[in-house]
């Protein structure tokens, strides 16, 4: 796990900035930096922050070639580097070290752009390829690690953070209007958007090239994963239970794969605890450290008692920590620059503070990330379910029968139900002839019922993103409802969920690695039909029925998961109340442009619940007092 940040451009004598680039993200790699450049009629700046964590004494990076032709930086972890390197070793290469860096390196050697077919694991990297005088550079399948960069037709810059590309001398923090707008719809930037004008991400599952043709640069980005719902009629639930426990329990194996201390992340959750459960009978000269957050505000918020049960039962060394709310103005400001954009809800701070909490004891956590997205997890996803089973009872077909639907199964899940009114509501008013992304989106658009808080101008630009939406919605080959809804959520959501979980780790110079989200697991699981996936409307039930045996009964069977819940009513009407209302009624805002403040004010003061409308104006305009005016003081940085 690492940070790194570059420059190409195709003219020599182009300065660049790479020593402060490399100083904004020190946190990404306190162990070892280095710098490469080259010359040969174009300047290569390429820069490394280094987390040692596979064969430290031995993966220095910039690391080059035996024969100095390529030259790789890399941030990540290839769980499957020892397979690799013993069928490089055959192919003849000349590796000599037992670094993951290193077998990449060679791997581009022997397949070139179709390495990334052959990676297991998280991963974004860059390759100069001198002979060829062009760079590849390719994130992993999922989204975990990022890849940031800025092309303006001749300079390419790059990097794992955006604050490192923002030391460059030629970009200046300006907000993106598509970007925000996409940010008040979802927490989130779909594509390749960011909330910074000139600065795109690399997507999951996406690689580019940037090749110097004399005096010009060319780059081309293209998609090299995507998943594919390939139904597999032709195997029944036992046989998929049992593999997706095989499939479950070897990413785990892999993700155990380490030169230095490790942990994991517990909540006493299904996902987590399953993975605890997991990776801790398999370390055989060690017990895992578990490390579990809460809060004192109430029971609703503390879920040590569960994680409690599981670390005895798993027989690790448990550590916890209590969240305090009388540090949010210091605490907030700070995670926004971590951030680089505000993404996603306030699980980020009870993250940051389990992530300094590991960091304490070890250098790799596992976590339960993506369990609910891929097993069926969330109650929207039930609604799917259920859609098609009146559909199918309404207007009967072959394809329709096997999601026959019971009273027994419908009557449990009713209270979860009531939690999404909006999208029942809807399913109401319209029907089966209404519109399922329209019923979606309105579930999943933050935007609804507040779009008066911002100023008319920017609600007007000429950029929808219910479209943006449905282009992803809509794809082509997901057949059903519930592979629709999925589908968002891995392209949306999800990333936005690991840039949380990257960001929140690397402040803390932390590798966190999420076994759940091996993209075999996630091919998998887009394969088996939706009536065994999601039997009788049970969530997660071919997930349960994988992990029967390994975690303990009272988690397997809670009904209460919590899902990390923040207080942050209790806080902002309490003990933070003076630092929302000065951030949010300051003269910053009214003189902003994007607000419209005496609609913030009338909300602030209104008698709902804090909740994610003033969370994210909150965020949004830390955010921009740090970036886009440049107080990194404010962060304490």
Not at 211 to 228: E, F, K
Not at 374 to 394: P, T, V
Not at 458 to 484: T, V
């Amino acid at each position: 796990m690492c940070g790194f940040a570059g420059v190409v451009h195709p003219q020599a004598g182009v300065t660049a900035e790479i020593g402060k680039m490399l100083d904004r993200i020190a946190h990404r790699g306190p162990d070892d930096s280095g710098i490469y450049e080259a010359g040969n009629g174009q300047t290569v700046i390429l820069g490394h922050r280094r987390l040692a964590i596979i064969d430290p004494e031995n993966g220095r990076q910039p690391m080059h070639s035996a024969d100095g032709a390529l030259t790789l930086i890399y941030n990540g972890a290839i769980y499957n580097y020892l397979e690799l390197r013993r069928e490089l070793l055959a192919k003849g290469h000349p590796i000599r070290t037992y670094s993951d860096s290193e077998v990449l390196l060679y791997a581009y050697r022997e397949w070139g752009e179709a390495c990334v077919d052959r990676l297991l694991g998280m991963f974004s990297f860059a390759i100069w390829d001198a002979s060829r005088r062009r760079l590849f550079a390719a994130r992993d399948r999922i989204g975990i690690k990022p890849f940031y960069y800025s092309f303006d037709g001749d300079r390419f810059v790059f990097g794992s953070e955006i604050k490192a590309l923002l030391a460059d001398p030629t970009i200046s923090a300006r907000a993106n209007e598509r970007g925000l707008r996409d940010y008040l719809t979802f927490q989130f930037c779909l594509g390749e958007k960011t909330l910074f004008a000139g600065i795109s991400r690399l997507e999951p599952g996406q690689c580019l090239t940037l090749a110097i043709d004399g005096s010009r640069a060319s780059l081309s980005v293209r998609t090299y994963w995507d998943l594919h719902y390939d139904i597999d009629e032709s195997h029944d639930e036992s046989w998929f239970v049992d593999h997706l426990a095989g499939l479950i329990e070897d990413s785990t194996r892999v993700h155990l794969r380490s030169d230095v201390p490790l942990g994991a992340h517990l909540s006493g959750g299904l996902d987590s605890s399953t993975v605890v459960c997991l990776a801790a009978g398999m370390l055989q000269s060690e017990r895992l450290k578990t490390f579990t957050g809460a809060f004192h505000e109430g029971p609703q918020f503390d879920e040590t008692g569960y994680a409690k049960q599981v670390a005895e039962s798993a027989g690790t060394d448990y550590h916890e920590i209590f969240v305090p709310g009388n540090e949010l103005a210091t605490v907030l400001p700070r995670l926004m620059y971590y951030m680089d954009e505000p993404l996603a809800g306030p699980g980020v701070i009870p993250q940051y503070y389990v992530s300094q909490l590991a960091a304490r004891h070890v250098k790799v956590v596992l976590g339960g990330q993506g369990g609910d997205e891929l097993f069926i997890g969330y109650a929207r996803y039930l609604i799917a379910y259920l859609e098609k089973c009146l559909s199918g009872a309404i207007y009967e077909t072959a394809s329709s029968r096997p999601y026959a639907v019971s009273l027994e199964s419908i009557v449990p899940n009713l209270p979860i139900l009531s939690t999404y009114q909006p999208m029942m509501q809807g399913f109401f008013r319209e029907g089966l002839f209404g519109s399922p992304d329209a019923r979606y989106f309105r579930l999943v658009d933050r935007t609804d019922g507040m779009s008066h808080l911002f100023s008319p101008d920017l609600m007007g630009i000429d950029y929808r993103p219910y479209e943006a939406f449905q282009a992803i919605f809509n794809r082509e080959g997901l057949h059903s409802l519930i592979n629709q809804m999925t589908y968002f959520d891995l392209k949306g959501s999800l990333p936005a969920l690991l840039h949380v979980e990257d960001r929140t780790s690397m402040a803390a110079s932390l590798e966190s690695r999420v076994p759940l989200l091996d993209h075999r697991i996630v091919e998998f699981m887009a394969r088996i039909p939706p009536n065994i996936k999601f039997a009788g409307g049970r969530m997660k039930h071919l997930f349960k029925n994988a992990v029967r045996n390994v975690v303990p009964e009272p988690i397997f069977e809670r009904k209460d998961k919590m899902g990390f819940p923040v207080p942050l009513a209790q806080w902002t009407k309490g003990i933070a109340r003076e630092f929302v209302n000065d951030t949010l009624l300051s003269q910053r805002v009214r003189t902003r442009g994007i607000y419209n403040p005496a609609a913030i004010e009338q909300a602030i003061a209104g008698e709902r619940e804090f909740g994610r409308v003033v969370w994210g104006l909150l965020c949004l305009e830390l955010w921009h007092r740090i970036f886009i005016d440049g107080d990194t003081a404010l962060a304490g940085v």
